[in-house]
C-alpha cells in the first residue's frame, strides 16, 4: 500500500512551457485535491475531484486543469507556466470529506518557473 | 462560511517546555476537526482528530480537546523535543462535505 504518490518531485520549467503533475492513490478514495503551498504559506485549495469524471474549482485554479479519468489518478496541468506558479504542489485524497475522515497527502512536487 | 483560524507562528521552545498552538473554528453543526503537521520536506500528515463536542484527539504525546462553548481545538503538549520541530495545521471538513479547510500554520522549532 503506497499511498498517495507524486512524480517528478523536483522540476524546473522556463517560462510558457506545459507540465503536467501526477498523482495515484492506491486506497480507493472518492475524494481527491490539488494544493499549491508557497514559502512560509499555508495550503491553497487549486482543485478537488469528489469521484471518478467530477472536478471542481478550489480557491487558486487560473493556469491549471485537472482531469479524473479514474479513481486512482488525478493530473494537473500547468499551461503556459509563469513564475507565480513556483510552489510546491501536493496531492492529496480521502474517502470523503465527512465523518472524521482524514486525508493523505503525497510528498509533494517541487516546481521552480524561471 | 466555515473556516479556521490558527495561532500565528513562529514560535520557538526550549526543549521540554510547555506547547500551546490555538485554534478556532466558525462552522454550521458539530464537524469532526484535525490537526495535520509537516515535517521539514513533506507532506502534511495527521497528528490527530476529534469526531464530536468534547472528544479529546491524542497521539505522540500531543492533546486536543473539542471545545464547542468556545468553538476551539487547542493544541497542546506538555514537553516538546526537538523532533517535534515542524509546522502545524488546523483543519475542519467544509459543510458541503466536499473539501477541507486548513489554518494558515503554526512553525514550532524546539531548541535543545
Known amino acids: 500500500n503506497a499511498g498517495v504518490t507524486q512524480t517528478p518531485k523536483f522540476r524546473i520549467l522556463k517560462i510558457g512551457q506545459s507540465m503536467t503533475l501526477q498523482c495515484t492513490q492506491d486506497m480507493n478514495h472518492n475524494y481527491m485535491y490539488w494544493y499549491r503551498q508557497d514559502p512560509g504559506m499555508g495550503l491553497k485549495l487549486i482543485y478537488y475531484?469528489?469521484?471518478?469524471?467530477?472536478?471542481d474549482k478550489g480557491e487558486v485554479p487560473n493556469g491549471y486543469n485537472v482531469s479524473r479519468s479514474t479513481t486512482e489518478d488525478f493530473p494537473l496541468r500547468l499551461e503556459l507556466a509563469a513564475p507565480s506558479q513556483t510552489s510546491v504542489y501536493f496531492c492529496?485524497?480521502?474517502?470523503?470529506?465527512?465523518?472524521?475522515?482524514?486525508?493523505?497527502f503525497g510528498p509533494g512536487t517541487r516546481l521552480t518557473v524561471l | 462560511g466555515d473556516s479556521v483560524t490558527q495561532m500565528e507562528g513562529p514560535v520557538t521552545l526550549s526543549e521540554e517546555a510547555f506547547l500551546t498552538i490555538n485554534c478556532t473554528y466558525t462552522a454550521t453543526g458539530y464537524p469532526s476537526l484535525f490537526w495535520y503537521v509537516q515535517y521539514p520536506g513533506e507532506g502534511l500528515q495527521l497528528l490527530l482528530k476529534a469526531t464530536k463536542a468534547d472528544d479529546k484527539g491524542s497521539n505522540k504525546g500531543f492533546e486536543a480537546t473539542y471545545r464547542k462553548e468556545t468553538t476551539s481545538f487547542h493544541l497542546e503538549k506538555g514537553s516538546v523535543q526537538v523532533s517535534d520541530s515542524a509546522v502545524y495545521f488546523c483543519?475542519?471538513?467544509?459543510?458541503?462535505?466536499?473539501?477541507?479547510?486548513f489554518g494558515t500554520g503554526t512553525s514550532l522549532t524546539v531548541i535543545p
Open positions: 492529496a485524497s480521502s474517502y470523503s470529506a465527512s465523518g472524521g475522515n482524514e486525508q493523505y
Open positions: 483543519a475542519l471538513p467544509s459543510d458541503t462535505g466536499n473539501q477541507f479547510y
Open positions: 475531484s469528489v469521484g471518478a469524471g467530477i472536478t
